[in-house]
């Protein structure tokens, strides 16, 4: 069955990085672009990234661009988020997931537990 | 960025009655639509894809319509599991992705 396992969260100070790990199982992870989707407390989702299946192209919510980078190692099954210049309208739980097929139809089928980030001084 | 409204914000039902949910696109979106629940303390549940196809495993009391604009999804007897948090999400024009806010599910 399809797994994912995110790690890496943490309470960190403003301005600071910080480097989330999703690790993968159960399923051809090489084969299927990935995404971060995080939701902050008491709010709905918001997307934040996605990385095609080859990584040839990248895609950033514009809240993160020039401050997050998504990339993925298929030889460990893992989907990474590095996260800098953090700010405190970070702080979120913030989950790795995979849309239902392949293909540009992204609908959420597999989830992560989510990792939780605090920025605060 | 498409922009996903919900309505009502919370909605309060009776175990066994039924509950009506309405997401509003700020632009077509096709029949590019999911809706989610969720629990406190668990991620997002996919229900519903393509607008009104129910995902595995998903029971039959669930279904969804719409498309374009304006789409609904429709809870058709209220078990105790279902009160929850709602969300739509488009998936047709993107970067970005978008989701709407949000409808509670709570008990009347």
């Known amino acids: 069955q399809v797994q994912l396992v995110e790690s890496g969260g943490g309470v960190v100070q403003p301005g600071t990085s910080l480097r989330l790990s999703c690790e993968a199982s159960?399923?051809?992870?090489?084969?299927?672009?990935m995404h971060w989707v995080r939701q902050a407390p008491g709010k709905g989702p918001e997307w934040v990234a996605l990385?095609?299946?080859?990584?040839?192209?990248?895609y950033y919510a514009d809240s993160v661009k020039g401050r997050f980078t998504i990339s993925r190692d298929d030889s460990k099954n893992t989907l990474y988020l590095q996260m800098s210049s953090l700010r405190p309208e970070d702080t979120a739980l913030y989950y790795c997931?995979?849309?239902?097929?392949?293909?540009?139809?992204?609908?959420?089928?597999?989830w992560g537990q989510g990792a939780l980030v605090t920025v605060s001084s | 960025e498409v922009v996903m409204t919900q309505s009502p914000a919370t909605l309060s039902v009776s175990p066994g009655e039924r509950a009506t949910l309405s997401c509003r696109a700020s632009?077509?979106?096709?029949?590019?639509v999911a809706w989610y629940q969720q629990k406190p303390g668990q991620a997002p549940t996919l229900l519903i894809h393509?607008?009104?196809t129910r995902a595995t495993g998903i029971p039959a009391r669930f279904s969804a319509s719409g498309s374009g604009t304006e789409f609904t999804l429709t809870i058709s007897s209220l078990q105790s599991e279902d009160f929850a948090v709602y969300y739509c999400?488009?998936?047709?024009?993107?970067?970005?992705?978008?989701f709407g806010g949000g409808t509670k599910v709570e008990i009347k």
């Open positions: 997931a995979r849309a239902r097929i392949r293909g540009y139809t992204y609908s959420y089928a597999y």
């Open positions: 159960g399923f051809t992870f090489r084969t299927y672009d």
């Open positions: 990385i095609l299946y080859d990584g040839s192209n990248t």
């Open positions: 632009q077509s979106v096709s029949n590019n």
């Open positions: 393509t607008a009104s």
């Open positions: 999400q488009q998936y047709n024009n993107w970067p970005p992705l978008t």
